[in-house]
C-alpha cells in the first residue's frame, strides 16, 4: 500500500509557480474534494483486497450508480484502475474491481508555515487565563466530530459496536491520520498522525483534540464511547486509542 503525501517542494525542483500550484490544488480538489469521494477512495487505497461496485456502494450506504460514479471518477483522475478478473468458465464478462494506482499527491507547499501556525495556536490556549487549554482542545474536537458524523459513513442501523469503531476510523483516516483496526475489538492504532511534530511536543492538548474527534463521531453514531488516547514519544512509534462502550 503506497502513502498518499502532502509534503514541501525541494530544493532541486525549484520554485513552483502560482500557476502550477493553483492547477494542482484545482486537479486534486476536483478529485478528492468530495468528502465521500475521499472517503472511498482512502478505503480501496487501504485494502488488501479490490473493491468491487457492490461493495463500495454497501459499504457507504450508496446506490451503485452513485458509487460507480465516485469510482469511475478516481479512474479517471489516475487514483484508481480497473482489475478485471474471470469468475470462471460460463459465468460471463469478468468482473470489474477497482484497486490503488499506488498514485502520490504531492502539493508543494511551505509545510513549515502550518507547524508555525499550530504551535503558535497552541501557545494561544496556553495563555488563556482560567481555561485548561486541554479541555477547551477536547471540546472542540468533540464539536468537529459530531459535524464529520453529518457526512455519509455508511453504517447500517445495526452495526455493532466494532463495526461503529471501524466507521469512526474510516472519518478519521479521510482526515489524515493512518490506522488500522486488526486485532483490536475496541480501538485502534495510528501509524501517521497528521499532527506530526506537534503532537510530541504538546501531547496533552493535541490528544485532548483527537480523543474529542473520535467521541463526537462516535456518539453522533448513535454509540457513545469512553475514549483513551496513549500518544506516542516518537514519530515513528504508534498511537493507540481505545474507543469502549460505557460500563465495560
Same mark, same amino acid.
Given at each position: 500500500?503506497?502513502?498518499?503525501?502532502?509534503?514541501?517542494?525541494?530544493?532541486?525542483?525549484?520554485?513552483?509557480?502560482?500557476?502550477?500550484?493553483?492547477?494542482?490544488?484545482?486537479?486534486?480538489?476536483?478529485?478528492?474534494?468530495?468528502?465521500?469521494?475521499?472517503?472511498?477512495?482512502?478505503?480501496?487505497?487501504?485494502?488488501?483486497?479490490?473493491?468491487?461496485?457492490?461493495?463500495?456502494? +454497501?459499504?457507504?450506504?450508496?446506490?451503485?450508480?452513485?458509487?460507480?460514479?465516485?469510482?469511475?471518477?478516481?479512474?479517471?483522475?489516475?487514483?484508481?484502475?480497473?482489475?478485471?478478473?474471470?469468475?470462471?468458465?460460463?459465468?460471463?464478462?469478468?468482473?470489474?474491481?477497482?484497486?490503488?494506482?499506488?498514485? +502520490?499527491?504531492?502539493?508543494?507547499?511551505?509545510?513549515?508555515?502550518?507547524?508555525?501556525?499550530?504551535?503558535?495556536?497552541?501557545?494561544?490556549?496556553?495563555?488563556?487565563?482560567?481555561?485548561?487549554?486541554?479541555?477547551?482542545?477536547?471540546?472542540?474536537?468533540?464539536?468537529?466530530? +459530531?459535524?464529520?458524523?453529518?457526512?455519509?459513513?455508511?453504517?447500517?442501523?445495526?452495526?455493532?459496536?466494532?463495526?461503529?469503531?471501524?466507521?469512526?476510523? +474510516?472519518?478519521?483516516?479521510?482526515?489524515?491520520?493512518?490506522?488500522?483496526?486488526?486485532?483490536?475489538?475496541?480501538?485502534?492504532?495510528?501509524?501517521?498522525?497528521?499532527?506530526?511534530?506537534?503532537?510530541?511536543?504538546?501531547?496533552?492538548?493535541?490528544?485532548?483534540?483527537?480523543?474529542?474527534?473520535?467521541?463526537?463521531?462516535?456518539?453522533?453514531?448513535?454509540?457513545?464511547?469512553?475514549?483513551?488516547?496513549?500518544?506516542?514519544?516518537?514519530?515513528?512509534?504508534?498511537?493507540?486509542?481505545?474507543?469502549?462502550?460505557?460500563?465495560?
Amino acid at each position: 500500500m503506497q502513502d498518499s503525501r502532502i509534503g514541501p517542494a525541494t530544493e532541486t525542483a525549484g520554485t513552483v509557480s502560482q500557476q502550477q500550484f493553483d492547477g494542482t490544488v484545482a486537479e486534486v480538489t476536483s478529485s478528492l474534494g468530495d468528502p465521500t469521494r475521499r472517503a472511498i477512495y482512502v478505503t480501496v487505497r487501504d485494502s488488501d483486497e479490490a473493491k468491487s461496485v457492490v461493495e463500495v456502494a +454497501e459499504l457507504f450506504g450508496l446506490h451503485a450508480n452513485v458509487a460507480r460514479y465516485h469510482l469511475d471518477h478516481l479512474v479517471q483522475s489516475g487514483y484508481l484502475r480497473v482489475k478485471r478478473v474471470s469468475t470462471g468458465p460460463g459465468a460471463g464478462r469478468p468482473a470489474h474491481l477497482y484497486e490503488s494506482t499506488g498514485r +502520490e499527491i504531492h502539493i508543494d507547499l511551505p509545510s513549515q508555515s502550518f507547524e508555525l501556525l499550530a504551535r503558535m495556536l497552541l501557545r494561544v490556549l496556553q495563555r488563556i487565563g482560567s481555561v485548561d487549554a486541554a479541555e477547551l482542545a477536547y471540546l472542540v474536537g468533540l464539536s468537529h466530530g +459530531e459535524e464529520l458524523a453529518a457526512a455519509p459513513l455508511g453504517v447500517p442501523g445495526t452495526a455493532d459496536f466494532a463495526a461503529i469503531v471501524e466507521a469512526a476510523a +474510516e472519518r478519521m483516516r479521510g482526515l489524515g491520520f493512518r490506522i488500522s483496526t486488526e486485532g483490536s475489538e475496541c480501538g485502534y492504532q495510528t501509524t501517521h498522525c497528521p499532527f506530526g511534530k506537534v503532537a510530541l511536543d504538546n501531547p496533552r492538548i493535541v490528544c485532548a483534540l483527537d480523543r474529542g474527534l473520535v467521541t463526537g463521531l462516535m456518539s453522533a453514531l448513535g454509540q457513545p464511547a469512553e475514549v483513551t488516547v496513549a500518544p506516542h514519544t516518537r514519530l515513528t512509534e504508534r498511537c493507540t486509542t481505545l474507543v469502549r462502550a460505557p460500563n465495560h
